[in-house]
């Protein structure tokens, strides 16, 4: 209890110590804070086809603060939902994405609803595809997986290939376009570099047996070789222990062949493992 | 397009077990208007239970907005009273205004208001005040923004309203909204809240808001979803808190066990982890009440492949949860969709997370059989372990039911036994053939039948005198248990004539008539029924004693 008082004394101290000057830009988002009919009033702005998109976005930027003390913004949250809601079609693509945003943040029904139409539909008049993925990621449920699997074995560019990798639980299905993602050389290391663990997921044995295909067809500098690894050392302790320290001793093998910089981070990996034994 | 409409003849084609995860939103929607008309309210029952197959694979927001809008149509077509455990969870227990909001329309069907459910809609007061939402149902798919919406909110307040007097016990919850939460509601929610307030008040119908006991009636409510349980195969493969691996049979069979369902990535805090909370004071009960021997408890995940055995022991410790022996949490690693099936589990998935789930609480017997469930609330610690003790005492008394069946049976043939016995010996030897002129008579009446040729064996006689001693030993033995000794000793009598006739070596023919006589008096006295002999002995005794014009 004392070293809380304690940091509580220094707080207040702290306080007192500061410029007592408020800057007039917090001091007007403070009153907004608890004045409804300001509120209302910016709602109605949100609404009105003469309020430029710059001010709209100015006004979102300042209610999306204000959400984060106002005790009554949330007791007008189906209001300023509703003005978000109606500003998802708008004709600026910056202030459509500033409220794709903040809704899916709140992770919103209906506005998940519409990504999801962008990622079905692949129309991204609304928002970019891979946005659309990115932002539904923020809601562990809100991505159909059956969806972000079409996505990955037919991605319609390199970002949106990344995003839905990043919120991809794997399946069986997708085990062979996973393993042929990993093992393609003309695809991005960011996106290569997210599947070794997608595959240890669904099937372990498989990600041990793809070493050997990776040594074989790429050598021993193969880049995605350390992100495979610390998947690799993961694997150890478990069923498949004696696989995974066999692979390890491949990976070992040929580590004086491997360029200066990924032998680095190998040796860390394994290392780490050593130590901890 | 994903949600083309199909046409309306298509449509009204479609039968609630064609609806599948391949049936759009707007089919669905479709759908429900049809039967909205047709007052059709088993087809939508079946539609809010999680595990139909039109959710699968949909996200838990999908599975919101379709779930809500076909209870959202209960205000419409009437509020079946099976639709209540859906309507109760979800008003005890979502944070999603949109279900919560179609939740408290749908009550609004009910003929007459259901007092008990306003214990619920102050709770979805509580969940929703602080994450409300704009809410339209006149359209499935509605232009935003709207001139005019409901929220969550004005919908629970309207039903409040709408209830009046039988909504008299959520007043002081009302008036505290009013007075301790005012910062948190906007203006015109306070003059709903007003509204509502007054309503109540103002409604001077009587009612009695002490009913209910709201676990027992969610108890009756439920028991159409209890259709199709099986049991488990015993050699299902499973994993505890610790890493060790057992077989389903090695933990569920042997004692009784309280069973309960969760996921560690649940993020609804009324779900999961009041269900662990909820086990950890069964298991307290269970102790209190003496059971602890004789009840296991166990909480097995929705989500193996997240639910690692570590994860497990994590979260049960972060909550409480007496691990031990005979209180585990369980993942099973391979094989769950069997258990799935097995229980009927109210839960869904899109991919490998669960998009939805019911609360569910089941009990199971010493053979690992379900013998009760609970589903849709958390269950009362004092309920679970009294239907446990009831449970249990019943088997006892089915147990001894069955040791008294059987030993009654055989009591039975005893007693045949022994009335056999003791009437067919005397007969068989009243009718023997003991002489020539015994002989002659039968061959007399066989020559009728064509068997006169059987010839006079000497040897029958001992035969008979085995018979007759048997005769004796046999009611001796029974004397005590029957009619006492007058019939063994009118037989033994019986037997001392027919004696004489071997003893003359023929000679004598007249002992045996009377021998056969006193012989099957005996067996008949022996025979009787009780109170019967025991009248006729006392009239015999009052008879000779006083006379018979006094019997």
């Known amino acids: ?15 007192e110590n500061s410029s007592q000057e408020v800057h007039p830009h917090v001091e007007r988002l403070e009153r907004l804070g608890g004045d409804e009919e300001e509120m209302n009033q910016m709602f109605e702005m949100l609404h009105h086809p003469e309020v ?74 609304l928002v970019p595809f891979h946005s659309a993925i990115a932002m539904l990621g923020l809601d562990e449920k809100a991505l159909e997986q059956g969806l972000v699997r079409d996505i990955i074995m037919n991605p319609p560019n390199e970002e949106s290939l990344i995003q839905a990798l990043r919120h991809f639980d794997g399946d069986e299905e997708s085990l062979e376009p996973l393993i042929n993602i990993l093992l393609d050389n003309n695809i991005s290391m960011e996106a290569r570099a997210l599947v070794p663990e997608i595959i240890k997921d669904i099937n372990p044995q498989a990600l041990l047996e793809t070493v050997d295909i990776v040594l074989n067809e790429n050598g021993p500098n193969a880049d995605i070789i350390p992100f495979i690894a610390r998947e690799v050392n993961e694997l150890k302790g478990g069923e498949h222990h004696d696989f995974a320290e066999e692979t390890k001793g491949k990976i070992l093998d040929v580590i004086d062949d491997v360029a200066d910089e990924a032998k680095g981070f190998l040796n860390d990996i394994f290392s780490s493992d050593d130590d901890e034994e | 397009m994903e949600d083309t409409m199909q046409s309306s003849e298509q449509i009204g084609l479609l039968s609630e077990k064609q609806l599948n995860h391949s049936t759009s939103e707007l089919e669905f929607a479709a759908f429900i208007d049809r039967l909205r008309t047709d007052s059709k309210h088993k087809d939508i029952i079946r539609l809010l239970s999680e595990r139909h197959p039109v ?20 205000e419409a077509m009437g509020l079946p ?42 709770r979805a007061i509580l969940n929703i005040m602080k994450r409300d939402a704009p809410i339209s149902f006149e359209d499935y798919r509605p232009k935003w923004p709207l001139k005019q919406f409901t929220t969550a909110m004005f919908e629970i307040l309207e039903t409040l309203r709408w209830m009046g ?18 910062d948190y509601l906007n203006q015109s929610t306070k003059d709903r809240l007003q509204d509502t307030i007054h309503a109540i008040e103002s409604d001077t119908r009587k009612v009695d808001l002490s009913c209910c006991d709201v676990n027992a009636i969610m108890a009756s409510e439920e028991a159409w979803e209890k259709d199709g349980y099986q049991t488990v195969r015993p050699g299902l493969e499973l994993e505890d808190q610790s890493g060790r691996q057992l077989e389903w049979k090695d933990y569920f069979q042997g004692k009784y066990s309280v069973v309960v369902f969760f996921y560690t ?37 929705y989500d193996a492949d997240f639910d690692s055995a570590e994860a497990l022991e994590t979260y049960g410790n972060s909550r409480q949860f007496q691990f031990s022996d005979d209180h585990r949490m369980f993942r099973v690693p391979d094989e769950f969709p069997e258990l799935r099936q097995a229980f009927q589990l109210g839960v869904n998935y899109n991919g490998k997370v669960v998009n939805d789930h019911r609360i569910e609480l089941f009990l199971l017997d010493e053979k690992g059989q379900i013998v009760k469930s609970f589903l849709r609330s958390q269950t009362a610690p004092d309920l679970v372990v009294r239907t446990i003790q009831e449970h249990m005492a019943q088997n006892k008394e089915e147990s001894s039911l069955q040791v008294g069946l059987w030993s009654r049976v055989g009591n039975g043939i005893r007693q045949l036994f022994n009335s056999v016995s003791t009437i067919v010996l005397p007969l068989i030897i ?122």
């Not at chain 2, 694979?57 to 209960?74: D, E, H, L, Q």
């Not at chain 2, 209540?84 to 979502?94: F, G």
């Not at chain 2, 053939?433 to 039968?442: D, G």
Request: aromatic residues 12%.
């Open chain 2, 430 to 551: 009243a009718f023997f053939p003991k002489c020539p002129i015994c002989w002659m008579a039968y061959l007399s009446f066989f020559g009728i039948a064509s068997m006169e040729s059987i010839p006079y064996s000497p040897w029958l006689f001992p035969v008979v005198c085995v018979m007759l001693v048997l005769n004796l030993i046999l009611l001796y033995r029974i004397a005590k248990r029957r009619n006492g000794m007058i019939p063994f000793v009118v037989s033994c009598t019986g037997t001392f004539f027919l004696l004489l006739i071997a003893i003359s070596e023929g000679v004598w023919e007249w002992p045996l008539v009377p021998g056969l006589i006193l012989l099957l008096i005996g067996a008949l006295l022996n025979s009787l029924d009780k109170r019967i002999y025991q009248r006729m002995q006392r009239f015999f005794m009052d008879a000779y004693f006083h006379g018979f014009s006094s019997v």
């Open chain 2, 265 to 301: 990535r649940c993020l609804n805090p009324r779900k999961c982890t009041r269900t662990i909370f909820n086990l950890v004071d069964i298991q307290n009960e269970i102790k209190q009440a003496g059971l602890g021997a004789d009840v296991r408890t166990a909480a097995i995940t």
């Open chain 2, 165 to 182: 007097a039988y909504a008299g016990s959520a007043l002081p919850e009302l008036r505290m909204l009013q007075n301790g939460y005012n």
């Open chain 2, 81 to 122: 009273r099976a639709s209540l455990p859906y309507i109760t969870e979800i008003l005890e227990n979502s944070f999603e205004p949109y279900l919560v909001a179609a939740s408290a329309k749908g009550l609004r069907g009910a003929k007459e208001p259901l007092a008990y459910t306003s214990v619920y809609l102050v």
């Open chain 2, 55 to 74: 959710y699968k694979g949909r996200t838990a927001k999908t599975m919101v907005r379709m779930r809500g809008y076909a209870i959202a149509s209960f």
């Open chain 1, 1 to 15: 209890m004392e070293h809380i008082n304690e940091y509580l004394e220094s707080l207040k101290k702290e306080v």
């Open chain 1, 52 to 125: 430029s998109p710059e001010e709209k976005y100015s006004i979102l930027q300042m209610l999306d603060t204000v959400s984060i003390f106002s005790p009554l913004l949330h007791a007008k949250m189906p209001e300023y939902v509703n003005a978000l809601r109606g500003l998802m079609e708008d004709e600026s693509p910056e202030l459509r994405h500033k409220v794709f945003e903040i809704l899916s943040v709140m992770k919103d029904e209906v506005a998940q609803e519409r990504l999801m139409g962008v990622i079905r539909n692949g129309d991204d008049s």
